[in-house]
């Protein structure tokens, strides 16, 4: 069926250390991947995206790590700082440019501790 | 700032009445979706329209329905409330495969 999952439902780190935050997905149709930050009362803000002919893509200070024989996808936060505090979605996408429907994961919450 | 705006950002309303929710795209995104947040669905996604008409269609209830008008503005409509259609309903749009979310509208039912 449909279901991305993510395994730790909080993650808890360091001021200064690299966050590693993971999703599975099940689907193996899915060519896009998105993950998204949330922060308390606000929308889900893009942080960085993949296509399934890539294993890694950087950004500024993050990461996304894409594993296709697994279906498995990681976010990599460098030096995590007290900002980065939030809850983190991986989200999956099937199909064309313009059918965006995505499947999200139930969220992990990520605390910087200063 | 996404550049997607939604209006209003908190709506309290009874059970069994109707409500309209507002969404302006970013400017040039032809799509429109509209997504559920609640604490134990999580962010579901709803429907999703195309320079107007329907595109794709998830876990939408009958009692919900939603427009994306010329101007690509959308407006969800949620109808004979009840007390579990209490969450957030955020609104995104696109024009590639990358979708930007709105602030979201708080609705709370009682």
């Known amino acids: 069926g449909e279901s991305v999952g993510l395994h730790l439902p909080t993650l808890s780190v360091q001021e200064g250390d690299n966050s590693i935050i993971n999703c599975a997905y099940s689907n193996s149709a899915s060519d896009y991947f998105i993950w998204y930050k949330q922060e308390s009362g606000k929308g889900p803000q893009f942080i960085i995206d993949i296509r399934s002919n890539m294993d890694k893509r950087q950004g500024q200070r993050v990461t996304v790590l894409l594993n296709k024989t697994v279906k498995h996808l990681s976010l990599q936060i460098a030096a995590t700082q007290p900002g980065d505090s939030a809850v983190y979605f991986c989200?999956?996408?099937?199909?064309?440019?313009?059918?965006?429907?995505?499947?999200f994961g139930q969220g992990t919450t990520l605390q910087v501790k200063p | 700032d996404s550049g997607v705006t939604q209006t209003p950002k908190h709506l309290i309303t009874a059970t069994g009445q109707r409500v309209t929710l507002r969404c302006s795209p970013r400017s040039g995104d032809l799509s429109v979706y509209w997504y559920q947040q609640s604490l134990d669905q999580g962010l579901q996604f709803l429907i999703q329209?195309?320079?107007?008409?329907?595109?794709a269609k998830g876990n939408i209830l009958e009692r919900f329905s939603a427009q994306q008008f010329p101007d690509l503005h959308s407006e969800l409509n949620l109808s004979s409330l009840e007390l579990g259609d209490s969450a957030l309903y955020f609104c995104?749009?696109?024009?590639?495969?990358?979708?930007?979310f709105g602030s979201g509208t708080r609705l709370t039912v009682v």
């Open positions: 995104a749009s696109s024009r590639s495969r990358t979708v930007f």
């Open positions: 989200a999956e996408n099937i199909g064309s440019s313009n059918t965006g429907k995505l499947i």
């Open positions: 329209y195309y320079n107007g008409e329907e595109r």
